[in-house]
């Protein structure tokens, strides 16, 4: 089963709570309910694989270097391997 994070309704850095937001009979109420609790998520379950084991993780779990510099290129080269996996699962080209 897969194990999606809920979603926090509760106010964090910007002043706009989505529980006050969604208001019964809007077309955002209506979207929010479609997607909590009638479409079928199997299909999204198998993609991205986050099940008991978790989502495939590249052990990004902190910058290494130090220095905006630095940092941007670490995480450029982060970007190309995650571009580069993708394209040797999916294919590319036409």
């Known amino acids: 089963m897969a194990r999606f994070k809920e979603v926090d309704r509760n106010a964090r ?3 706009i709570v989505l529980e006050a937001q969604l208001q019964p009979g809007s077309l ?3 979207l929010d309910y479609l997607v ?7 299909p999204l379950r198998s993609r991205y694989r ?9 052990r990004l779990d902190r910058f290494t270097l130090r220095g905006q510099r630095k940092v941007d290129t670490q995480w450029q080269l982060y ?3 995650h571009n580069i996996e993708r394209l040797a699962h999916n294919g590319y080209g036409g």
């Open 50 to 58: 986050n099940d008991e084991t978790g989502a495939p993780n590249k």
């Open 13 to 15: 850095f910007l002043p």
């Open 28 to 30: 955002e109420y209506a």
């Open 79 to 81: 970007c190309l391997v």
């Open 36 to 42: 909590g609790h009638q479409f079928d998520l199997r």
